[in-house]
């Protein structure tokens, strides 16, 4: 097949590029590279079936293609709150450029959702079926309520236009290529402890979070695009809970070295909790995951020494 990956040069992008290609398909990857990386692709640049092209998908856009992932977005705090306004048209206006075209086209296309629709949860873990905690006029808003109207979009064109679609909610999820300047608590602990600093934990450290090995998603994302019966939203994540202290003394026994936990003050509308209910994944998709938290920090810490000075 002929498949678009919006996003495509990020960090799940370039992974689900990379999966896509070894199972023979073309990939067209799309990228603003404003966190997309080429270095995430360069490997594909000889490939006849890979094709890269600089695009913002707020802006409007042709392809003949068979499949649309849309993961354009940034995902990280520091990142979607440097221009709140642009993550918004990101969400919202790349919603329906991709939904038009799917519609055009005749193309199945995979809304990349998150886990914070579900905002600061008064449910736990969290189903499907749960409408969220979200504060709308936060400053975490400018991604959660664009995810929200994202996913309102995709079922309208899928109720009003018969449009073929996929809704994910993704939860934490880490391993290479994450950016060092990500923001995130996996990549902040392993650059930290790597470069000797102290951790930066917010909040007394009790807050929990699932982390999911990034191979482990698109196993998910390649299934629930091949499934059929259902559209979503569907959640992908891993359901082990670990709160950020756990998180941090596992980096430094991954790492070593002398760093120690240092406490600051929770950021706004941080969630307290966050676990994905996945039985829906279990029984539609058989995917659940596989590689424990040990193990995908062991393998991230190997890739942040190659890239962190």
Not at 49 to 55: G, T
Not at 123 to 141: F, K, M, T, W
Not at 264 to 283: F, G, N, T, V, Y
Not at 288 to 307: N, W
């Amino acid at each position: 097949m002929r498949i678009l990956i919006t996003g495509g040069a990020g960090f799940l992008g370039s992974h689900l590029c990379e999966r896509l290609l070894s199972e023979g398909h073309e990939v067209l990857c799309m990228d603003n590279f404003f966190t997309g990386r080429k270095a995430n692709i360069a490997a594909h640049l000889g490939n006849p079936r890979f094709e890269l092209f600089r695009h913002d998908v707020i802006d409007p856009f042709k392809a003949e293609v068979d499949r649309i992932y849309n993961l354009a977005c940034p995902a990280s705090p520091p990142h979607y709150q440097h221009n709140a306004i642009k993550t918004v048209k990101t969400s919202v206006m790349g919603a329906i450029n991709v939904l038009g075209l799917a519609k055009r086209v005749g193309a199945r296309v995979f809304q990349a959702s998150t886990s914070e629709v579900y905002g600061d949860p008064e449910v736990h873990p969290q189903p499907e079926s749960y409408r969220g905690n979200v504060n709308p006029i936060g400053l975490r808003a400018c991604y959660d309520e664009g995810k929200r109207c994202a996913e309102t979009l995709f079922f309208d064109y899928h109720r009003q236009n018969g449009v073929d679609i996929r809704v994910v909610r993704i939860f934490n999820t880490y391993g290479p290529r994450m950016l060092p300047d990500d923001g995130r608590v996996v990549s902040n602990f392993i650059v930290q402890a790597l470069r000797g600093e102290n951790l930066t934990i917010y909040g007394d450290g009790t807050q929990t979070r699932s982390f999911c090995y990034v191979d482990d998603l698109i196993e998910g994302f390649v299934r629930f695009m091949e499934s059929t019966g259902l559209p979503g939203p569907v959640n992908l994540g891993n359901p082990g809970e670990f709160t950020m202290i756990e998180l941090a003394e596992m980096v430094l026994k991954k790492v070593g070295g002398k760093s120690k936990l240092t406490f600051h003050p929770l950021p706004s509308d941080d969630p307290r909790q966050r676990k994905p209910d996945i039985s829906l994944a279990q029984s539609h998709l058989g995917w659940e995951p596989k590689i424990p938290l040990e193990e995908g920090i062991e393998r991230t810490v190997a890739y942040f020494k190659s890239v962190v000075g």
